[in-house]
């Protein structure tokens, strides 16, 4: 966020700056150090830390204050600052600047194929790589300072990544020896790079944004997915190297790295971009170019820095822990003073100094949401007089991951009491599968003891004729532990993979009482994996199989068939004959090939359409996981009954462990209040019918209410409980400004595909210095007795445009939830939420924002754009909606188990949480201890044993 002029922190007195943020601008930074009377005292090239809301990932390199546990390494810094310029000297200033139209003097360009397709300037923009493959490109720029070494310096401009198969990727460079040719996405040279890696090469090394200096990788940020980094469409770039050697670097809405502290000495060079494309390929494309530089002389940062944090911007684990490393400078860290907070709570870190470096580390307990955004800030003091407090605020987003929560079971088949060969009392198997090798032998894959399901050893598993792939867990999470393991003892497989002609192999339940229960789920831990031509599902019967009911149908994404809308036609794709699915009989004394219903027991092909599951081909992990599905037709009934079906030519495998029924109440309930239903014109096109399921997908719901008009109060407001509309005694009143709509009014920035797009359309419209009150009263039982969430909807008609968010008690007037600064986003088509918490003078982008854990009954929303809250200068703090979401389930997760061995004078002893278990081997099996924590056992001479703690 650049500045022109002084900033001032805002600071009333020295008791403020724990909790203040200010941000970094070139020269000079006032600050305000007393109250009575304010004073500013002015120091140069004062650097305070980070008001961005993303972050860097670092690895460093080189030597010193290891941590293997995050591979965390120092470089020599003390060696790097004694060499800094600090004598004085003539500051000079390069600039370019170029929107490619035609091709800017001062450069020469690399890389064309001879088709004119890359390395090239055309259609107003640097076409480095175009979707074609090994082609290296680059581009120079000519010395913009005539050879005076540059000390600091700002790059801005637009970088489109993507549209192909993926690779290889982009960098920037600056140095002396920046060479002359193609470059590729590793830059050139022994300057300043960064390196946008969009392919990984097996080791996990991309996509990221990586740091280097001196030829090697200092710093790395994992981007994840790949389509953050490779999004197919021009993205913001701005990188700024400042003269106490310090980078900044951002991409699109993220801030990549803050204030990293490089040790880059002052030298003269030249800019260069290059990219790569190799067996595959992307777009690497670059607009609007500008460049200054700076020969100003280099300073040592005056108050120590953060060097290292984690998690990054993206790609984190649910239980990624904290880390961040503070180096001093001038001045060194006062570790009493160190403050952590995440999501705006303080807590409470480890904190250590060693030489140089302090570190902070903490592990929130619990897991962090799916594709959840979070924060986390940095608070220190310097010693010196008076102290110098620095604020940093980091963002990160998790993973999406599976996680679920199971109480004990009603019914349980775990297999392992069953021989291997057979099946359980009741369950029933049938096929049509091709007999390859006839006699029963559990070692030949295509014996006839693979014609259909069977019992098997998880040791079979191990090695041939199978191969361990079938052993794979993708990422999740049961009852709060990551799931290492779907298979325990013996499991039920239906075998594929080693075998030709046809496999059709029907798994048949017996029929289990479900009498008095309800709220009915089954689950099971899948070991599926998908094949072009296969197919596996699940069917359900309460009339002992005279009708069946679906549950889950697994098909390789591919062959499903959509409608233009995006939506999944499931007559087409189930009744498409395909070309190598299994072969039937054609009635006329031949075979005809199938299409994938005719393996379904249920033909209702037109209602297929939510449980159709798109699988990924060849993918060895992603379908490995605890499966849970909701049966609404169970409850209550005395004979449920279940089918599986897998069926292919030679296509993978599918099995499964400890299948379960539960009773699962999910109180699933929400009231969803959406405004501005009258807007744009007057005509109510802004109104969602009772069934359209609108909202953050984890969220959606049906019965939204809406509500017309710049003020009003209703009475008539119901709520959702899973689809189905309920009364209520809430009230809601609101007033504001004035409404609008974000399209259809001469404003249009709103791009969600229906029914989200009505959603969005209209809004209370906050406008410049205001604030709209929406007053929630009478909340029902159902939300507020294990508290709820509000999730407030934001989008205006224009982007980069915001205000501040809060919500206060009804009653007291106490502030519940402080503010949230948020900005909208231009163009968006899906929902991104706000971090969660924001420092002052910050704004995340995003039209979405939640406030967890709430439990009055009456609240008040606020959005303002008043006392220094609204952004930009025609600030606007718009409500589209507001949902009060009640939590997932009324059994919380457990804390992650933990598990200590310490020696002992009498044996090893073994302090844990949870549940114990023990293995020979360290992948298992493992089996239940008896006993209690804290635990001592005595190891037999020689012999090895394996602990690891679960929850149960």
């Known amino acids: 966020m650049p500045y022109n002029g002084v900033w001032d922190c805002g600071m009333q007195s020295l008791s403020d700056w724990p909790d203040a943020s200010c941000v970094r601008m070139t020269g000079v930074i006032y600050q305000r150090l007393t109250s009575s009377p304010p004073f500013k005292t002015q120091q140069h090239y004062s650097i305070i830390m980070n008001h961005s809301k993303a972050l860097h990932n670092p690895v460093l390199e080189g030597g010193g204050n290891a941590n293997p546990r995050h591979g965390l390494r120092s470089i020599g810094w003390a060696a790097a600052l004694a060499a800094l310029l600090i004598s004085p000297q003539t500051i000079t200033a390069g600039s370019f600047s170029t929107d490619f139209s035609s091709q800017p003097a001062g450069v020469q360009i690399y890389g064309d194929p001879g088709d004119g397709t890359a390395g090239v300037i055309a259609d107003g923009a640097l076409k480095l790589t175009t979707l074609v493959g090994s082609i290296t490109a680059g581009m120079v720029i000519d010395d913009l300072d005539a050879g005076e070494a540059v000390s600091a310096f700002t790059v801005t401009f637009n970088l489109l990544i993507g549209g192909g198969s993926g690779a290889d990727g982009f960098s920037f460079s600056f140095g002396s020896d920046v060479a002359d040719g193609g470059i590729s996405e590793e830059g050139s040279g022994t300057g300043l790079i960064v390196a946008f890696d969009s392919y990984d090469n097996g080791n996990g090394e991309a996509p990221a944004i990586d740091l280097k200096i001196g030829g090697a990788e200092v710093a790395t940020s994992k981007i994840a997915p790949r389509s953050v980094l490779a999004a197919n469409k021009f993205l913001p770039v701005r990188i700024n190297l400042d003269n106490d050697g310090t980078v900044d670097v951002s991409y699109g809405d993220m801030v990549i790295y803050t204030n990293f502290y490089t040790a880059f000495m002052a030298t003269p060079g030249r800019f260069a971009f290059g990219a790569r494309t190799g067996g595959s390929y992307d777009n690497h494309w670059v607009d609007d170019l500008q460049i200054t530089t700076s020969t100003g002389p280099q300073v040592t940062p005056p108050h120590p820095l953060v060097v290292t944090n984690l998690p990054g911007a993206s790609g984190n684990s649910p239980e990624t822990t904290i880390n961040v490393t503070i180096m001093d400078f001038a001045t060194k860290v006062t570790t009493s003073t160190v403050k952590l907070k995440v999501n705006g709570v303080e807590v409470t870190p480890t904190v250590a100094k060693a030489g140089d470096l302090t570190t902070v580390q903490y592990d929130p307990p619990g897991l962090f949401e799916p594709e959840s955004v979070n924060t986390y800030e940095v608070v220190y003091a310097d010693d010196g007089t008076p102290p110098f407090y620095t604020t940093n605020l980091f963002t990160f987003k998790v993973v999406p991951y599976n996680s679920i929560v199971l109480p004990a079971p009603i019914i349980l088949e775990t297999f392992n009491s069953t021989e291997e060969g057979a099946l359980p009392a009741g369950w029933v198997e049938t096929n049509a599968t091709t007999s390859l090798n006839p006699g029963i032998d559990f070692d030949d894959p295509s014996s006839d003891a693979y014609l259909s399901w069977t019992v098997l050893e998880r040791s079979r598993m191990d090695g041939a004729p199978f191969d361990a792939r079938r052993l794979n867990v993708a990422p999740g999470y049961l009852n709060g532990a990551p799931i290492t393991s779907l298979i325990d003892g013996r499991f039920v497989y239906a075998e594929s993979d080693n075998r030709g002609g046809n496999q059709i192999q029907m798994l048949f339940s017996p029929d289990f009482d479900l009498t008095g229960k309800s709220d009915i789920y089954v689950s099971y831990n899948s070991v599926y994996e998908q094949n072009q031509d296969s197919l596996g599902a699940l069917e359900y019967s309460i009339d002992q199989g005279a009708t069946w009911k679906p549950v889950v149908i697994m098909l390789d994404q591919v062959d499903i068939v959509l409608n233009a809308d995006g939506t999944v036609d499931p007559v087409a794709t189930l009744t498409n004959v395909q070309t190598d699915t299994p072969e039937v009989d054609d009635g006329a004394g031949g075979t005809r090939r199938t299409a994938y219903g005719e393996f379904l027991a249920n033909k209702d092909f037109a209602a297929m359409g939510p449980y159709i599951s798109g699988r990924v081909n060849d ?272 059994t919380p997760p457990p804390p992650k188990p933990k598990v200590s061995i310490e020696q002992t004078a009498a044996g090893v002893t073994i302090t844990f949480t949870g549940t114990l278990q023990s293995a020979d081997q360290v992948e298992g099996p493992y089996s239940d201890v008896v006993g209690t924590s804290p635990m001592t056992v005595t190891p037999a001479a020689g012999s090895v044993k394996f602990y690891r703690s679960v929850n149960r």
Do not use: H
């Open 619 to 890: 993918n060895a992990i992603e379908s490995k996981r605890v499966e849970l599905f909701r049966l609404p037709a169970a409850d209550n009934q005395a004979k449920v009954r279940f089918r599986f079906v897998q069926a292919g030519t030679g296509s993978w495998y599918w099995g499964f462990d400890n299948f379960g029924l539960y009773s699962i109440p999910s109180p699933g309930y929400r009231i969803g209040l959406n405004f501005g239903a009258d807007e744009p014109d007057g005509g109510k096109k802004g109104g969602l019918a009772a069934g359209d399921k609108a909202g953050v997908s984890k969220v959606a719901q049906a019965n939204w209410n809406n509500l017309s008009g710049i003020a009003g109060t209703n009475t008539a407001i119901v709520g959702d409980a899973q689809g189905a509309s309920q009364p209520t005694s809430v009230t809601v009143t609101w007033t504001c400004p004035n409404t609008w709509s974000s399209t259809g009014r001469g404003e249009e920035n709103n791009q969600f595909a229906e029914p989200n797009k009505t959603l969005m359309l209209g809004y209370l419209d906050t406008g410049n210095a205001s604030t709209t009150p929406v007053t929630i009263l009478n909340l029902p039982e159902a939300l507020t007795s294990e508290g709820y969430d509000v999730y407030v909807y934001a989008l205006g008609g224009v982007g980069a445009r915001g205000g501040g968010y809060r919500i206060v008690d009804a009653d007291t007037k106490e502030v519940l939830k402080d503010y949230i600064r948020a900005q909208g986003p231009t163009n968006n088509t899906d929902f991104v939420q706000v971090a969660p918490s924001q420092a002052t003078n910050v704004w995340g982008v995003g039209n979405y924002m939640v406030f967890s854990g709430l439990n009055a009954a009456n609240i008040i929303v606020e959005a303002t754009t008043a006392n220094g809250l609204g952004f930009s200068g025609t600030p606007r703090a718009p409500i589209n909606a507001i949902q009060l979401v009640a939590p997932p389930s009324s």
